[in-house]
């Protein structure tokens, strides 16, 4: 008995024939596991990276403009929805808001504010201390979007991508909110 079990075992020890398909069924889900990862992990990459341009666009489209209505604050959003492209634009949220920097306390209040959370007008946000020049504007631009990565799904997360950006505007001292009817003069840039 003792004689054929040291005949099995030997047997066995020196059998090859599966030792190619048992490495295989080890090293196949590390590697799927590794491939999947890497493509979800460059997805969420490179829709980081569109939410900065899309922040970098909103405010910048806004910033060229002496005055805006609602048409054109929808045009800027679809236009700058569609740099989402090929990922979904519908969990964006995004805001434009105007700023004043106070020249007394250099506190950045709101003047004007539009889009999926619209900040309260007179309320204070903090800024970086490179911008914050006296009696001067600046349009604000927040994008959110919320990344739902492949095991998201399974495990329903999500992952919230966020970026903004200040830029000066541009045609004018600041941009008038809404602009005013035809044949009337624009106001006066509020300090309020």
């Not at 105007?98 to 999926?116: C, F, H, M, N």
């Not at 959110?144 to 505007?169: C, E, K, M, Q, W």
């Not at 106001?187 to 309020?192: A, E, I, L």
Request: aromatic share 8%; net charge positive.
């Amino acid at each position: 008995m003792w004689a054929r079990l040291r005949n099995s075992v030997a047997a066995l020890h020196s059998d090859c024939r599966g030792l190619a398909a048992t490495e295989f069924a080890i090293v196949v889900p590390v590697m799927l596991l590794l491939f999947f990862g890497t493509d979800e992990f460059a997805s969420g990459i490179a829709v980081n990276r569109k939410v900065t341009v899309m922040a970098r666009t909103l405010s910048d489209l806004t910033s060229q403009n002496v005055s805006i209505a609602d048409t054109q604050l929808t045009n800027f959003y679809n236009a700058s929805a569609a740099i989402m492209t090929p990922y979904s634009a519908t969990p964006v949220r995004s805001t434009i808001t105007e700023l004043y920097i106070d020249p007394a306390t250099l506190a950045a209040r709101v003047q004007w504010s539009k889009g999926a959370a619209p900040r309260a007008v007179g309320t204070t946000v903090a800024i970086p201390s490179a911008l914050q020049v006296g009696d001067t504007y600046l349009i604000y631009s927040e994008v959110t979007y919320a990344f739902v990565p492949a095991v998201g799904y399974v495990l329903r997360n999500s992952i919230t991508l966020s970026d903004h950006s200040f830029t000066r505007p541009r045609q004018s001292r600041c941009v008038i909110y809404p602009t005013p009817a035809v044949g009337t003069a624009l106001p006066s840039c509020p300090t309020s």
